[in-house]
């Protein structure tokens, strides 16, 4: 029986670079690496042994054109246990210009990002599932107001 995913393994152009994005603006951490050829990195938080991996191809490797030309993965989903670790995690990002866009999702609140070679991620917050009422079960786009989220939320802050 499946429990969940454990780990993606992506081809970048220089895994080194992905390293240092990943360390200094997320906080994954190194857990085995062979420069110029592959690192192993586990979040902050995570329990797994890795989760994400990165294999360079080289620098003359070609963009993905996942979604516009050609089949491929959307992006990957990093899960924070807070909403102030996300509004923490909109800063680093912001600062290190990789965000690109946010959503309410009613269930999830999202931050949308890219790595330094233009591969999109997610940083989100799933809501807990008694706040969820009748958007469980559906597909929600809108826009993101951190402030107010934090307002609506200020009493789960106060627990952690």
Request: proline share 3%; aromatic share 10%.
């Amino acid at each position: 029986m499946i429990t969940g995913m454990n780990h993606a393994v992506l081809y970048v152009r220089d895994s080194r670079r992905q390293q240092r994005f990943y360390a200094d603006v997320l906080g994954f951490e190194t857990i085995i690496e062979e420069p110029g050829r592959f690192v192993f990195m586990r979040a902050p938080a995570s329990e797994n042994h890795h989760d994400i991996a990165f294999f360079s191809i080289g620098d003359g490797a070609e963009s993905s054109s996942a979604g516009r030309g050609s089949v491929g993965m959307y992006h990957i989903a990093w899960e924070v246990t807070t909403l102030e670790e996300l509004v923490a995690v909109r800063q680093r990002l912001e600062e290190a210009g990789a965000l690109y866009g946010e959503s309410d999702h009613g269930a999830n609140k999202s931050l949308y990002a890219k790595d330094p070679d233009g591969l999109e991620f997610e940083v989100m917050w799933l809501v807990p599932a008694e706040y969820w009422g009748d958007e469980e079960n559906q597909a929600i786009i809108r826009p993101l107001d951190l402030a107010r989220e934090q307002q609506r939320f200020a009493a789960l802050a106060e627990h952690h």
